[in-house]
């Protein structure tokens, strides 16, 4: 059967040779083209010639970080794409092909092995291009970096923050370390001290030391002074080493404390009274009148002007009973104007000393009730101000928060923890009396948390997974719980404010038996 072409096409006919090595017919190559079929080619040529088949990680334990050379330390979880590009920028010769595609060959975590599968093109002969794929193992090799040999190392810190509070207590620095975790602002410290008034911060250069000081700045009313330190200098470069310290101090006044403000201040705040409360410390520290519900804001530039200390301290409040309330009528956010009839607990029974109160609790308090506050009748206090204050203008009493000592006194188990900073102590450690002492205070801390839901919104709490194995009252108070009635309002964390604790957090819970998680390294 012949076939009609049709007019003016032309037959063309193309030159096939046998492949010299398996006698597969392919077209007749050009020039000093080889004739071989492409599978022959495959078998024959090979692309990744010059690409090494293994290699080697630095990884550094203490922080998990790998070595990108030269200097470079970088965090890549493994199989990621950080570990990836690591991979791919250590294998020489790379860049003589075409990358397709590469990824992880699963190994076990524990082998020390980092396997990559890689598939690359390259032009072979002439118009032939061959695509293979191989795999390169990596050895990890451990290798501490720069940053971590600092920390094992004696004076190698660059800069130091030292923090300060000239107080007898340590609630403002516990509330400081739970701004400091939320933040995450501690990530770049090689160290943390606690010395006998404070926290010490060191860092390995002085740029980290100054984002500390800026952090401290925008969440506390703080002063702040820098002093360097001339280590070493190159006299034919003119090149000098220094060592920066930052010295931060904290005000003398802190929450719940008895203030006698200086009458210029007091004027320039609305011409409240001078004896007031501290409501709140934050940027700014803010005052409360109780007789008015007056409140004010300071400025820390205008407390470290003319800078004054408390008038009475949380330590010196005394307990008192509740007999009546009757409410006056004016509001302020969560207070509320009454007076109030009290008589102090340890007088029951002894005499018929009763005293009227005006107080800004009036919201809270009911007959029956009991109350911390500051009793001024018996009190001696050496201030100027308070000295020239008019008698018609100092009450009998101040009070400052409702106490609940039944259910306190039973030790009912918090569902709840907070994180702690790992901190090295110092070379004198605290005797038995600052070590109770310690631990009053993060209780106080504790209950202020619970207490104040403005405060929680601040800090990060965590739910204690073992606090139903905690929660049993001792043989000798079940008595005392048929006998006293536990407050119906006594505050406790709603379970939707805690946090689910994370697997890399290596908490202790074991620490304290209320409330304290153990030390965080991270």
């Not at 969440?219 to 060592?243: C, F, G, N, Q, R």
């Not at 410390?281 to 400025?299: K, R």
Request: proline share 4%.
């Amino acid at each position: 059967m012949s076939v009609q072409l049709p007019f003016g096409h032309k037959h063309v006919t193309t030159a096939t040779i046998l492949c010299c090595n398996c006698g597969v017919p392919i077209p007749a190559p050009e020039g000093s083209a080889p004739a071989l079929c492409y599978d022959c080619i495959k078998l024959s040529a090979d692309i990744t010639d010059g690409i090494p088949r293994e290699g080697t990680l630095h990884y550094c334990k203490n922080c998990e970080r790998y070595l990108q050379p030269p200097t470079a330390w970088v965090t890549a979880p493994l199989e990621s794409r950080e570990l990836l590009s690591l991979c791919l920028r250590k294998l020489r010769g790379l860049n003589k092909v075409r990358l397709i595609d590469a990824g992880f060959i699963w190994t076990e975590p524990h082998s020390r092995r980092v396997k990559v599968k890689l598939t690359v093109q390259k032009e072979a002969f002439t118009s032939t291009i061959i695509q293979q794929t191989f795999e390169v193992e990596y050895t990890i090799a451990y290798q501490q970096c720069l940053d971590c040999a600092k920390i094992w190392a004696n004076n190698t810190w660059k800069a130091m923050v030292q923090i300060r509070q000239k107080v007898n207590h340590k609630r403002t620095f516990l509330y400081l370390e739970q701004l400091i975790l939320k933040h995450n602002a501690h990530k770049d410290t090689t160290n943390i001290k606690e010395v006998k008034d404070g926290l010490d911060f060191y860092y390995g250069n002085r740029n980290q030391a100054e984002r500390m000081l800026e952090f401290l700045a925008a969440v506390a009313p703080i002063t702040s002074k820098k002093s360097e330190e001339l280590i070493s200098m190159d006299t034919h470069t003119s090149v000098h080493s220094y060592k920066f310290t930052f010295s931060v101090e904290l005000p003398r006044v802190t929450k719940d404390q008895l203030i006698c403000l200086p009458r210029r201040l007091a004027q320039s705040m609305g011409n409240m009274a001078q004896l007031c409360l501290c409501s709140r410390m934050g940027t700014n520290i803010e005052f409360l009148d109780p007789n008015t519900l007056q409140t004010g804001s300071m400025t820390a530039a205008t407390y470290w002007y003319q800078p004054f200390e408390s008038l009475a301290d949380i330590g010196s409040m005394v307990e008192y009973t509740v007999l009546d309330v009757e409410l006056l009528g004016p509001t302020h956010k969560r207070w509320a104007l009454a007076d109030v009839q009290v008589m102090r607990t340890s007088d029951m029974g002894n005499n018929d000393d009763l005293y009227i109160v005006r107080s800004h609790l009036g919201g809270i308090l009911n007959p029956g009730d009991t109350v911390m506050g500051y009793h001024l009748v018996t009190s001696n206090f050496n201030n100027d101000d308070f000295d020239k204050l008019k008698s018609e203008h100092i009450p009998d009493i101040i009070l400052v928060k409702k106490s609940y000592p039944n259910a306190r006194r039973k030790n009912r188990g918090r569902n709840w923890k907070l994180k702690r900073i790992a901190k090295e102590e110092s070379e004198m450690l605290p005797r038995k009396q600052d070590q109770a002492k310690q631990e009053a205070d993060y209780e106080a801390f504790l209950r202020d948390l619970e207490e104040d839901a403005e405060l929680r919104q601040t800090v990060n709490v965590y739910k204690d997974q073992e606090a139903e194995a905690r929660k049993t009252i001792p043989a000798e108070d079940v008595e005392m719980e048929s006998d006293n009635e536990v407050e119906d309002d006594f505050p406790e964390i709603p379970v939707d404010e805690l946090l689910s604790a994370m697997d890399n957090m290596t908490i202790d819970a074991g620490a304290h038996n209320n409330g304290e998680e153990g030390d965080v390294n991270e």
